[in-house]
């Protein structure tokens, strides 16, 4: 079954089809790096890297390239209120890029470009624009003109009529029409600048990422992706800019996803109504906030509340829980070591249905939301069968019901909830003794000790963990956190 995209450029689902067969280039635009990232700038972080990852697991092999603006009006304001140097100061909100990233288990970009690291290819690419006749200087500030660019609105879907609207000339701006935009800007008193053709300046916003997309992709590439709020005039003037250089097509599927909003509106610094991501993880583990993101289709609107968030950590439980028991249910009923059984043919069926559905849904445009609710069928169905007091599970049958999970969960980034932190180095202890306590209570309780047994449950469930007494005997599970 092929995998179909919902591509902004012609607004409608297509197959997708690689430039080059059996690979996939990508280019996701980063942040601006003049701050921490905040809740909205992760979502198109976990959605793209979902994406990439899915792609893989396809047998593409993917080339995947995402930016950083570090140097930008708001990176030179930011540095004069703190009194900083403006590189130190992207560097700084860079690595913390990466942290946050880290704890989110996003996978690194095969390439991070800079813009300062790439002004060559940058002026480059202004200067081609140019001799092409499409864009023109005035006292050392270059603009691209829009009216001499045919297809001008052709992903935005907007006329030049009603741009024209809405635009204006800034103080100090010398364009010769409201809708040309920089490419390159005249050098400030005391803002960084690089030497070029048209004297000492640096690279308007969206030229960046047409020189540094071309650079690693080339001149047409796969997808282009990035936040719906990217659309216009970003990624509109870099197809401008892209297609006015090269003279191709330059992107042949364009993603977007949709905002996250607070009381139905978009979440951004500009408005204040923001949530740091760090100050988020701080709250919820990585895997946690990751799985609230991908709970809603990535084009969908995503409305934030903790609620929200504490749903996704139960979430994960279930399919912790079931992946715990399916393992427990082995060790208890299990034969000897080498007497292994076939797994059952009903959960056979039941984890290659399971599959079945999850791939149909991710080559759906890429629906985690209906991807998350066949895990959560499979969790519900696994367990209906793996409780029944006479199932046997050996082996077999423990790694097909683990197997299926960790797929899933692999594709979805959040692989250290199937094989968490619990299970390594000195917390096999605590295991241990969990183990033990579960040993002493059920003594105590065959022995009719009730206060024993009701002391070591309630004590337990004060830190936690809440004992459960099923037919083939009691467990424990962990009642909040990964």
């Not at 250089?245 to 109504?273: A, D, P, Q, R």
């Not at 890429?366 to 069928?377: R, V």
Request: hydrophobic content about 40%.
């Amino acid at each position: 079954m092929p995998i179909k995209i919902y591509n902004t450029l012609h607004n409608a689902k297509e197959e997708f089809v690689p430039v080059e067969e059996g690979k996939v280039k990508m280019y996701v635009c980063g942040p601006t790096t003049y701050n921490y990232i905040h809740l909205g700038n992760a979502r198109p972080i976990v959605a793209f890297d979902v994406i990439r990852r899915y792609f893989a697991y396809r047998g593409y092999d993917v080339t995947y390239v995402q930016n950083f603006t570090d140097v930008d009006d708001k990176i030179i304001n930011r540095a004069n209120e703190e009194n900083m140097d403006p590189k130190k100061l992207a560097e700084k909100y860079i690595e913390a890029y990466f942290e946050d990233a880290d704890r989110l288990g996003v996978k690194r970009a095969d390439v991070h470009p800079r813009v300062t690291e790439h002004m060559q290819d940058i002026i480059d690419m202004v200067q081609t624009i140019m001799d092409n006749g499409l864009a023109y200087e005035v006292n050392g500030d270059v603009y691209f003109e829009v009216r001499k660019f045919a297809p001008y609105g052709k992903l935005s879907g907007r006329s030049l009529d009603e741009m024209q609207a809405g635009a204006r000339i800034a103080v100090g701006e010398q364009k010769r029409d409201p809708l040309d935009f920089a490419l390159w800007k005249a050098a400030k008193p005391g803002e960084p600048a690089w030497d070029s053709p048209w004297g000492k300046g640096r690279p308007g916003w969206h030229i960046e990422c047409s020189a540094m997309s071309t650079k690693y992709l080339g001149k047409t590439f796969d997808i282009h992706g990035g936040g719906a709020d990217l659309i216009f005039p970003h990624h509109e003037n870099e197809i401008a800019q892209s297609e006015g250089c090269n003279g191709c097509e330059s992107v042949h599927y364009w993603i977007h996803n949709g905002f996250i909003t607070i009381n139905s509106e978009k979440m951004s610094k500009s408005l204040g109504n923001f949530f740091l991501l760090r100050d988020i993880l701080d709250k919820f583990p990585g895997p946690v906030v990751r799985f609230y993101l991908m709970s809603t289709h990535y084009r969908s609107p995503l409305d934030f509340d903790d609620q929200k968030l504490i749903a996704a950590e139960k979430s994960l439980h279930r399919i912790w829980n079931t992946y715990r028991i399916a393992e427990e249910k082995a060790v208890l009923l299990g034969k000897n070591p080498g007497e292994d059984s076939d797994a059952p043919e009903q959960l056979d069926r039941l984890v290659a249905e399971t599959r079945e559905k999850f791939i149909a849904a991710m080559d759906d445009d890429f629906n985690t939301s209906l991807a998350l609710a066949c895990m959560f069928d499979l969790c519900r169905d696994v367990n209906g069968i793996i409780n029944v007091s006479g199932f046997v599970g050996g082996e077999k049958t423990v790694a097909a019901i683990k197997g299926v999970l960790a797929f899933f969960c692999e594709i979805n980034g959040v692989m250290n909830v199937i094989i968490p932190q619990e299970e390594e180095g000195a917390d096999d202890m605590s295991n241990d003794l969990l183990n033990l306590l579960m040993e002493i209570r059920s003594r105590a309780r065959s022995q009719k000790d009730w206060t024993t047994a009701d002391f070591i449950r309630d004590e337990l469930k004060k830190i936690g963990i809440v004992i459960e007494d099923t037919p083939d005997g009691p467990r424990w599970k962990k009642e909040s956190g990964i």
